[in-house]
């Protein structure tokens, strides 16, 4: 019998077969709701971290949807509230996971120039860039499962990205690539960064979401 981290990379690969940067970067935008919201998300954005924080539950609320196969993925922001809730519980993760490579750099900056602020720089990159590459897993999986193990567990979020393999990589390459692309929209007088910001992020999540074979509903897995 196969244990369920082998069913997971397995249905991942099956499943990121099909990761496309056009169906990735179209997603956003195919339909009038998902469209909607990047503009009320984007509206939300000028109130600075409590709109990005909202954007974020919003995320996690749609790939979801995803995960269960419930559309229409795109619903607006409500409940508010609950939609706030979501986002906030995945921001303090993001911060309690860069907190030891923001501790470390600081530490650095405090000693340097000298050996040890040498050895601190190495290991606040090395444990920012852990952090970067395991937050994805942990958070598609709990916007999936609405668990929050996957996000203040940090040896379950790694297991999840590690699992993504070669599909999970690509999905960081057309996540990247749409971030990137988001600053053009500082052309359109800086606002219009607003929009193609919540565009970008969007795009990220379904690429995980794909590359994690969220959508073949693969892994009930809730006893890590």
Same mark, same amino acid.
């Given at each position: 019998? *196969?244990? &369920?981290?082998?069913?997971?990379?397995?249905?991942?690969?099956?499943? @990121?077969?099909?990761?496309?940067? =056009?169906? +990735?970067? =179209?997603?956003?935008?195919?339909?009038?709701?998902?469209?909607?919201?990047?503009?009320?998300?984007?509206?939300?954005?000028? #109130?600075? /971290?409590?709109?990005?924080?909202?954007?974020?539950?919003?995320?996690?609320?749609?790939?979801?949807?995803?995960?269960?196969?419930?559309?229409?993925?795109?619903?607006?922001? &409500?409940?508010?509230?609950?939609?706030?809730?979501?986002?906030? %519980?995945?921001? /303090?993760?993001?911060?309690?996971?860069? !907190?030891?490579?923001? #501790? +470390?750099?600081?530490? !650095?900056?405090? /000693?340097?120039? @000298?050996?040890?602020? %040498?050895?601190?720089?190495?290991?606040?990159?090395?444990?920012?860039?852990?952090?970067?590459?395991?937050?994805? @897993? @942990?958070?598609?999986?709990?916007?999936?499962?609405?668990?929050?193990?996957?996000?203040? &567990?940090?040896? *379950?979020?790694? &297991?999840?990205?590690?699992?993504? =393999?070669?599909?999970?990589? *690509?999905?960081?390459?057309?996540?990247?690539?749409?971030?990137?692309?988001?600053?053009?929209?500082?052309?359109?007088? =800086?606002?219009?960064?607003?929009?193609?910001?919540?565009?970008?992020? %969007?795009?990220?999540?379904?690429?995980?979401?794909?590359?994690?074979? /969220?959508?073949?509903?693969?892994? %009930?897995?809730? !006893?890590?």
């Amino acid at each position: 019998m *196969k244990n &369920r981290g082998g069913e997971v990379g397995e249905a991942s690969q099956e499943q @990121g077969a099909g990761l496309r940067f =056009g169906d +990735c970067f =179209g997603f956003p935008l195919r339909t009038p709701e998902a469209r909607r919201d990047v503009l009320v998300g984007a509206l939300f954005l000028l #109130t600075t /971290l409590p709109g990005w924080i909202l954007n974020l539950g919003h995320r996690l609320e749609v790939v979801y949807r995803i995960f269960h196969d419930e559309p229409p993925y795109f619903r607006g922001f &409500r409940p508010i509230l609950f939609v706030f809730k979501r986002g906030l %519980t995945a921001w /303090l993760a993001i911060a309690i996971y860069l !907190a030891p490579s923001a #501790t +470390c750099a600081f530490a !650095a900056w405090l /000693l340097w120039p @000298g050996p040890w602020a %040498t050895t601190l720089v190495v290991v606040a990159v090395a444990a920012f860039a852990l952090a970067v590459f395991s937050l994805p @897993g @942990g958070m598609t999986f709990n916007a999936a499962f609405r668990d929050v193990s996957y996000l203040y &567990r940090p040896d *379950k979020a790694f &297991r999840r990205a590690l699992e993504g =393999g070669r599909v999970y990589l *690509k999905a960081w390459v057309i996540g990247g690539t749409a971030v990137l692309l988001s600053f053009l929209g500082l052309a359109v007088m =800086g606002i219009g960064f607003l929009a193609t910001s919540v565009w970008a992020w %969007t795009v990220v999540g379904y690429a995980f979401s794909r590359a994690l074979a /969220l959508s073949t509903r693969a892994s %009930t897995d809730s !006893a890590d």
